[in-house]
Structure formats: structure tokens, C-alpha cells
């Protein structure tokens, strides 16, 4: 469930993205693209009972270009927005995996009411 509202709201950026960090082979990665984590937390009643799962997405976008990374950054965010996330956070940071690449780690949650 999850796994198909995230994919859903990424689409339609039009930017490559994975699930998880992907490894490329030498000189094989693409200039701008989205990695995602997911985990989640019960959220428990009084009685124990689960009663909502929180779901945690840690989206990461890489780019050589600060500006699209920024501009592609906007466009994730209203498209997690309107899929039903709510923004927990981020960082602008550069990554060893990816030498050369800006990166924006943002942390999002979505609430699943069970």
C-alpha cells in the first residue's frame, strides 16, 4: 500500500527513482534522480491495540545541478503534500556514494488509520 502511494506521487515528477540507494556502475548514473527509505511505527490505543501505522520516507534527490535538485525538490514536495504526507524535515548535504552530486534529504510521514 504504501509502496504504491510513493511510487504514484514520484511518477509524475518524471525524474528516475528507486527504492532505496541504488548502485550504478561507473560513470551510469543518472544527472538528477530519487532514492527513497521507508520504516514505520505502530501507533498504539490505550489497550495496545494498533490503531494507526506511521509510516517514515527519508526521499533523498541527487543532482549535479543545485538548481534542479532544488526545482525537482518542490515538485516532490507537492506531490507528497496532495498524497496525503506531511514534511517531518530536511538537509541539504553531498554524499560520498556520489561524489560531485548535490543531495536534499527530506524526512516526510503519512498516518494510516487501520
Known amino acids: 500500500m504504501i509502496f504504491n502511494i510513493i511510487d504514484g506521487a514520484l511518477e509524475k515528477i518524471g525524474v528516475p527513482f528507486y527504492d532505496h540507494m541504488p ?11 530519487i532514492s ?21 520516507v527519508t526521499v533523498s534527490v541527487f543532482g549535479r545541478n543545485v538548481e534542479k535538485v532544488d526545482e525537482t525538490y518542490s515538485l516532490l514536495l507537492a506531490q507528497l503534500r496532495n498524497s496525503g504526507f ?7 548535504s553531498s ?8 543531495r536534499y534529504a527530506a524526512d516526510f510521514f503519512y498516518d494510516h488509520e487501520l
Open 95 to 102: 554524499n560520498n556514494d556520489f561524489p560531485k552530486y548535490y
Open 86 to 92: 506531511l514534511r517531518a524535515g530536511g538537509s541539504y
Open 23 to 33: 548502485e550504478f556502475a561507473e560513470g551510469e548514473a543518472d544527472e538528477l534522480f
Open 36 to 56: 527513497y527509505d521507508i520504516y514505520d511505527r505502530p501507533q498504539l490505543h490505550g489497550d495496545g491495540a494498533e490503531v494507526v501505522t506511521r509510516y517514515f
